[in-house]
């Protein structure tokens, strides 16, 4: 019988699909409103910022509508601006606690990234071509946030009763730092929204291919950097000072190459031991992962691909750290032909943390190992090493639980495959203010969208059919956790 | 008899900046105007170009009030602009050629840096306080070069005959390359112009310290270079990319740090073969010049000199080459914490040279040296070394010849000092222009200005007593020139 239940929901998220006008349409009257709305959380005007707060009234709207109860949840102004940050939307359906189901917390975010140059259309127009939807904020993350919205409305169109207590989490400053959020979310005030959570579900990210579903259990972390060299005095002109006095810009170039090396490995000295170590058991799962080098090249755009083993590359972005030099300020970044000493030069530089690898022995050794180095250049400039910005540890989640059952089951339904167990190779933030939040509770990653989105750059769309099977995979998630035996 | 005529013509240069208005002075009427005038020739404006453009006319004015034959030479339109280059003014004095005269040749230039941030004056009204004359433009070049107006008028005014022919040359687009100076020089159209010419006399730089004036008769050049290391496919995201691919900032900071040590010794092979050997002779010249490291600190604003002894200072100024790296372009340079790996970054760095290092032979040396060292990497990025806007081989005068004679009985005379004989670190690329058209005719450089003046900083100055001993300074050396047995 749990076939056919599903296959209620399923039917109605076909029908609400397809549907012609003026017939409600899940893309037409659902997810393209939501895309015609700018809700950049970067843009710190006055206006930007109201766009991302008619967003969060948008979605207030349809929760209300699906007969959820809505509170909005102000977080207050955001520092060093003039503007408030937009509210946290927690919607609980059904909107009274039923204790005989369990409780699945959904967590996705409503703003988006500018939309930058390079568009074929109107970021900001949902356009269908050739069974993608291009827009801005179509998988990241408005499509995959209203999928579940969609899961519910077939639920209530094919009358069968929603198995868990839902308790939706979105948030419109995501792409912004998620600037309020683990304040919200650890507050001791705000507890009670969370006490009765049994699982949380993220879709916020992408299948590791175009051909093939995942879930995810793990992210990397980042300590990012920033390493300062400065000469005590003026800016100079070269002709009359290059060879008589210390350069900045030459002790920050030498520094830097004491970093990581071309192929990537990671040169300051304890690091590595922080690894955990790979095990024979652990390849042997990477190798049931379906992903090719040709994959990775076109995603890349190019063959600098620095493994020829696909195992390889899954294991650097998975489990291996990296180190990235992001750029550097102080130094003249024009086109043009400048001859002055700069003289006072910051590179910003990240590191990508895997299990083990502590926050604070990170930055320890990176500090001791580039302070070593600069005091072996002997130079008269001054050094210094600083944590800078947003860092955040590495997250693991266990992949083997009732969440992760419950998911693997609703790929199977749905895509009539196993999924990929994948981890990520970047950091969401929120995962682990989530993890922080609910102590054991299994957190699982389960993306809509696939490797080829585009999100955060131009054209970034969401496939036609990712959105409608991604919007069955949600709902039979829920359907799974409460009946894992069916 | 010879030191009683330049007394008449001293005397009328002290009458002529002490005069009260509403007579007429050269300070007030001469100089202020001129600052006023804000000539900047970087300025791509229509109007920008308007001001450089009344400063010729101004010029012009000046040249004529003092009889000279004035003849502006139209350079065409500016490269990549809509604008007109501004002229060269070349003016005759006296306006007939006298044949038992001998000929100087006097270059300067009218045009200005920006204003840029930091001044506590308008930077467009000259403005006195405590001895110094301080607006743009009062030091470099506007100072120097009405201090000529200044030295023949006072001759006129003294009723004493100017004892050489006099051609000035100025030019309005030195700050920003001397676009269109070379191609002029060196037109046969305009040979006439310099074909009586004796000797060449530059004033456009400065005395090494605050406290004796000099000579210079040597110019570092400078080879100027782009490295690019790109990876050929799109722009990444640190956190899914980072570890599996080719970065090209990492092969960048690597290869940067390839060229140069923190001592500031270049590190590519070949290039110390080319530099001139030392003599004991020239380090006992170095020996007699007035310098210290103390003044050297006060210099660069800080003690990170790299040397102890002011003779090794100025060694590595005046005949040492230098490198230095002056930015990167590609890279993120924003304050932000952002998180992408560049797909292509460009780094500019210049090889101050001296003699005998061959333009060619650098470059190809460098190219080879970086190529070398890319190729060891075994990266999948390409990398590419480019010379980059206008290079400029190193320039030596010869320091004792009836030229240097001339400027150093003027500055005995008007200084009572012997003065140093002084390169410069820097270029100054119509140096070279001047020196291609005179062929083995001497040029020397006779700075007007001190070494603190701040020339394209902000309170650029010129102190007054420079500006009035600097008209006598340049008046004695016509004098000299003419009578160097006197």
Redesign the interface.
Known sequence: MATDKLDFVFKKIDELAAAVAPEYNIINDRLAPAVKIPSISSDRSPDGRKNVVAMTDFLENQLKALHASVHRYPLGPEPDTDLQLPDIIIANYPSTYDANKKTILIYGHYDVQPAGDGWTTNPWTLTEKEGKLYGRGSTDDKGPLLAWLNALEAYQLANIDVPVNLIFCFEGMEESGSTGFATFASSPANSHIFAHVDAACISDNYWLTTRKPCLTYGL?G?N?FKLTVE????Q????????????P???L??L??KL?????RILIPGIEELVEGVTEEEVQEYATIEFTTRD?QDT????????EDPKD?LM??FR??????????G?????N??????PSVTA?F?I?TVPYMDQNSITNLTTHHLMHEFDK?????TCRVEL???SAPYWLGTSDDANFRAGKMATQRVYKTEPDLTR????IGVTLDLQNVLGEKSIMLLPVGMSDDGA??PNEKLDRVNYIEGSKLLGAYWYYFANPYS
């Open positions: 990397r980042i990012y000469h005590p005095g003026v100079l002109h070269s002709g009359m000072f290059g060879g008589c006095v210390y350069e810009m030459t002790d170039v030498i830097l190459s990581v090396d071309s192929q990537g990775f890349i755009g190019s063959r600098a691909n620095i493994f590359t650097h972005r291996f750290p990296s180190l990235t030099i992001h750029g550097i300020t130094a003249d970044s024009s086109p032909q400048t001859t002055s000493i700069a910003k990240s990508r250049l002997r130079s008269k400039n800078f910005g947003e990520e190779g970047g950091s955060h750059g």
